[in-house]
């Protein structure tokens, strides 16, 4: 047997464990699970050091490959991050469970009552590039919803990837409980994801999580209905009636923090009726930054010698220390700029008018759309779901930071006593 024929025996293996776990799962009670979660914690906290040692690996061959150094901060761990990662199942364990809520329920003339219930999805995919916490974030809010899951990363963590994985599987395994819920592609060769993509008996939904090139081709070659958590091409608009010093200090946030994170802002709109005020003391502060400004060509006429933005730089997601920056006239030319460029992930608007911030909230057409805050606060964990899944770009099923409810589905439940249809 070929390496491919090998490849699509073992990826159908891990699928028929997932997919036989899963059923096991689903009888398991909110406390089981959150025991399960509470023991992956203490697993991932105590073997903290056995995941530094494996992310070292990681980390030197991304520097050995010149990866860039936003890049190499989202892949990296240290024990800040281990504590989040462990920190954040503990409070996806004291999450109220979202499995087998009455969503709905009525009685019909005939006596008959119909109950909606939520359900879990059953078996997940996630295929995911560059940060490991994916790992375990994932995981544990698949479990908390009553999923199975099958975790594909990327080739740049692998060695992170598999040891989180490894730990949390050994904890289940330490509780008695099904650790084939868990299951990590041990290949970072691309037949294993196309070979996942085929399995629409075993596997009911895929969640792709990475680059644009990642969610195209995972969208293109599935059988399998697709989550995507596309881009984060996100602005902020600093309207004519913009506090001056909050503008400043959100951008800050927004950009510099964290560049390489799909939430942080990729271009910045400034109303031209305060452009000469507001983009000399913009400029000053992103230069102390060392953000490298791309202007169109109304800016460059303010700022003198900034690097000219060409039409692409408005669609593109730079995960760097890079900011395109336009001039418009108000607010609805804004919206119009986001809503064409844009992808429809989050976006912000700083003013004191709340009539132009009606209008920009309303018409925004993005999952998170923000009054005087920053973007950076589309996360799971910020909105106060714990660890997230992901953040979806779609308007279906789920849309924004993916938390435990959008895990779930519904199924009818139909309660009768002999009642049949005329």
Not at 198 to 207: A, E, F
Not at 213 to 222: D, F, P
């Amino acid at each position: 047997m070929g390496i491919s024929g090998k490849i699509k025996e073992y990826v159908k293996e891990l699928a028929e464990r997932a997919k036989e776990s899963s059923r096991k799962l689903i009888l398991m009670s909110a406390d089981q699970k959150n025991s399960l979660l509470k023991s992956i914690a203490a697993s991932i906290r105590r073997n903290r050091e056995i995941l530094i040692d494996a992310n070292k690996k990681d980390i030197q061959a991304a520097e050995t490959g010149c990866l860039p150094k936003a890049l190499i901060d989202r892949l990296m761990l240290n024990e800040e991050r281990i504590e989040q990662m462990a920190a954040g199942l503990e409070e996806v364990a004291a999450l109220k469970d979202p499995v087998g809520r009455v969503l709905d329920k009525k009685k019909r003339p005939n006596g008959m009552e119909i109950f909606k219930i939520s359900v879990p999805i059953g078996v997940i995919a996630i295929i995911y590039e560059s940060r490991p916490n994916v790992t375990s974030d994932s995981a544990g809010l698949c479990i908390k919803a009553g999923n199975a899951v099958i975790l594909r990363g990327g080739k740049e963590a692998f060695h992170s990837n598999k040891s989180i994985a490894d730990c949390m599987r050994n904890a289940i395994e330490a509780c008695h409980g099904p650790k084939d819920i868990i299951q990590f592609v041990e290949t970072t060769q691309r037949e294993a994801v196309k070979e996942i993509l085929k399995l629409s008996s075993l596997i009911d939904l895929v969640i792709p999580r990475g680059g644009e090139n990642l969610i195209k081709a995972v969208t293109e070659a599935s059988t399998i209905p697709v989550i995507k958590h596309y881009k984060g091409v996100c602005h902020i608009f600093v309207d004519r009636d913009a506090d001056f010093d909050k503008a400043l200090n959100i951008i800050r946030n927004a950009k510099c923090q964290r560049p390489g994170v799909c939430n942080a802002i990729e271009t910045l709109l400034v109303d031209g009726a305060i452009a000469d005020r507001f983009l000399p003391l913009a400029a000053d502060m992103l230069r102390k930054e060392e953000v490298e400004m791309r202007g169109c060509p109304r800016t460059a006429k303010i700022l003198k010698g900034i690097k000219k933005a060409g039409k692409n730089d408005w669609y593109e997601e730079y995960l760097d220390l890079i900011l395109a920056v336009r001039v418009v006239d108000g607010v609805e030319e804004a919206i119009e700029h986001i809503n064409k460029y844009g992808s429809m992930h989050s976006d912000a608007i700083i003013t004191e008018n709340q009539s132009s911030a009606s209008k920009f909230l309303n018409m925004v057409d993005s999952a998170a759309v923000y009054l005087n805050a920053s973007t950076r606060f589309t996360d799971g964990g910020q909105f106060g779901m714990g660890a997230e899944i992901g953040i979806s770009t779609d308007k279906i099923h789920a849309r924004g930071p993916m938390g435990l409810e959008e895990l779930n589905t519904y199924k009818y439940v139909i309660k009768g006593n002999g009642q049949i249809r005329d």
